[in-house]
Structures are given as C-alpha cells and as structure tokens.
C-alpha cells in the first residue's frame, strides 16, 4: 500500500468515526430511514488494477477478504458485505457493460416526450 493510500484510507476511518461520534451526540440530526449507506470501492479506480482483468480479480480478492462471493450480471461484478446499516462494496463495471449503456442513451434525444403526449 503506497503511502498516499495509506492516508486516504487513515482520512475515511477517522471520517467515519467522527461522523458516528457525531451522529451518537446529536440524536435531532436524521438519519436515513430506509435503505443501506455504502461505501463503495471502484476497483479499477480505487486500487492499484492497471487493466479491467485485474480490476476483476480486486472485486474478487475483496470478496474472500469479506467472506463472501461475488455476484456478476451484466458486465458489473459486485462483492460485499454488511455492517448493520451500513454496507461496504467493491465494484467494477466493465467497459463492455458501459458501452452497451452509451449506445441505449445514445437514443435518449431521438424521442421528445411533450410531442408524443401532445398527440
């Protein structure tokens, strides 16, 4: 781990920390009722993974780290695990899955909506 990951990572832990301490003193602040925080790690950008197979093996490496499998669907390989409320992952999305989503946005103009509700 180089020493500027080492920060980062010292930064999020104590971030983190201060803001439960934070959370725990001041109960009129809210927190989210429903759903999952998550702290998400983008292994092709989030590490040190120089192409998308490594990135792959990261999610994957994670995934035994946290005890647990990843799921793949879809180009998007997703491992983690829960903490309470709280939810860490490791993700990576392939360049095959983010090209398939340009090309279908690519179309998102074509269509104007008020001209089709106004028919």
């Known amino acids: 781990m180089s020493p500027a990951q080492r ?21 009129q602040v809210p927190v989210p009722r429903y759903g999952t925080v998550r702290v998400s790690v983008h292994t092709n950008y989030d ?6 197979v490594e990135a792959i093996a990261e999610v994957e490496r994670i995934a035994a ?6 799921t793949v669907e879809d180009g998007h390989h997703v491992a983690g695990a829960e903490f309470g409320s709280v939810r ?3 993700v990576l ?3 095959a899955a983010m090209d398939r989503r340009a090309a279908l946005d690519s179309y998102r103009d074509a269509i104007a909506l008020d001209e089709i509700e106004g028919a």
């Open 7 to 27: 920060y980062h990572r010292r930064e999020l832990i104590a971030g983190l920390r201060t803001l439960a301490t934070f959370l725990d003193g001041h109960p």
């Open 65 to 70: 780290l946290l005890g647990t499998t990843p």
């Open 88 to 90: 860490y992952e490791a």
């Open 47 to 52: 590490t040190d993974a120089s192409s998308e």
């Open 93 to 95: 999305i392939t360049q």
